[in-house]
């Protein structure tokens, strides 16, 4: 286990945040959703392909655990060299995708075999639709049934299917019957179910605050937009959600598929808490997070933070420096040191907050992937 007093020469963990432009505009995504981040950008980022392979060859050596992020990854048009460099180096690969391409890039997916795909699904086709966009599902679904035929006509293992599952006041009633009947699991290598990931007003604010005070940053648009009101939530039965998220579990736990869940203790209580915004009071709580000792974030305009979702704390940028050089620096360092004896205030919106930096990454489905 990484000690926080210990600090690796490099990231075991790498997520490069491909692009930010999406296909989709998912009603809960923090980045295009209803309250998205990216509303408004003049100009849309996308890293330049030998800026990413130059990185890659960089952190290969350390052979870490690498993720695309986006946006929607399949829509960045280098994406298969960068695959190709990565498993090519002996590394792991996984990413998240809304999935609307899987039927177009079947045969490219299973020639260059990244590790996992982790496909957002929400809830049966007029549930799934209503969050992700008309005829998602049925595009989905038809892309899924090409990669297992390509799979299975080349004898590939890879990439492995994971389905991501994000909990919404609109679709926390159709949890079990989905994976249960509409779902066929034997595709399925693993799956994970996200309770929506959230903060109040009153964190993002606070956050903002210790970003200007203690880092010199002015504004905090990405961690805003998680900013929800709990009452949105007050709809939701725990009981039964978590009578259904317990169901999920046993059928995989059954089949031998790897199963996620955040937050993690499936119990109706700590569910209730979460929903409430009483992080507390979870069984779940933590009062440190390893992931900054472990993950290096690289977002589509080069900057390089700790935490997968929240970037609006840059520690360096990768136009201007080697990914290692900034892993390595002073500003890191600052993070870490703050880092040591407190939380920042929005942390509890974090997936990893609740499933920590295991061996199965959570799969950050609340994007636009």
């Keep these: 286990m990484i000690r926080l007093s210990d600090a ?60 695309f992020f986006g946006g929607e990854p399949l829509l960045y048009p280098g994406i298969w060299q960068v695959i190709r460099r990565i498993r090519e180096g002996g590394c792991e690969l996984a990413f998240p995708t809304n999935g609307t391409l899987l039927e177009k890039y079947a045969e490219q997916l299973v020639d260059q075999g990244p590790t996992r795909l982790w ?8 549930i799934n639709d209503r969050q992700r966009g008309r005829g998602v599902f049925k595009r989905v679904m038809r ?11 080349r004898g590939s293992r890879y990439p492995e299917l994971g389905i991501t599952y994000v909990v919404t006041p609109a679709n926390c009633d159709f949890v079990a019957s989905f994976f249960l009947q509409d779902i066929d699991l034997s595709l399925l290598s ?29 504004g905090a648009p990405c961690a805003r937009a998680y900013a929800r009101d709990p009452a949105i939530f007050a709809g939701i039965d725990s009981d039964s959600l978590t009578a259904q998220l317990q169901a999920v579990a046993q059928a995989c736990a059954e089949r031998g598929i790897l199963f996620h869940s955040q937050p993690k203790t499936l119990q109706a209580d700590n569910i209730r808490q979460y929903f409430s915004a009483n992080w507390q009071a979870m069984v779940d709580r933590k009062s440190r997070c390893g992931v ?26 990768i136009h201007q420096q080697p990914l290692l050089e900034i ?9 870490r040191e703050h880092l040591r004896g407190q939380l920042f205030p929005i942390c509890t919106a974090c997936c990893r907050y609740y499933g920590g930096a295991g061996a199965l990454p959570a799969p950050a489905a609340q994007h636009g992937g």
């Design 143 to 153: 892309g899924l049934a090409k990669l297992q035929a390509v799979k299975q006509a």
């Design 8 to 67: 690796l020469a490099a990231p075991s963990w790498v997520v490069i945040q491909l692009l930010e432009q999406c296909n989709l505009r998912c009603t809960m995504c923090y980045e295009w959703g209803d309250n998205g981040a990216y509303h408004g950008l003049d100009k849309l980022a996308t890293l330049d392909l030998e800026l990413v392979l130059r990185t890659v060859d960089e952190c290969l050596p350390s052979k870490p655990t690498f993720e």
């Design 119 to 126: 496909i957002s699904l929400d809830g049966p086709a007029a």
């Design 190 to 218: 693993c799956v994970s179910i996200e309770l929506q990931s959230y903060a109040t007003h009153a964190q993002t604010e606070a956050y903002a605050e210790v970003l200007k005070t203690e880092f010199g940053v002015q």
């Design 292 to 317: 900054p000792w472990l993950a290096a974030e690289i977002s589509a305009r080069g900057e390089v933070s700790t935490c997968h979702s929240f970037y609006d704390l840059p520690i360096g940028n």
């Design 327 to 335: 892993w390595r620096g002073e500003r890191l360092r600052q993070v």
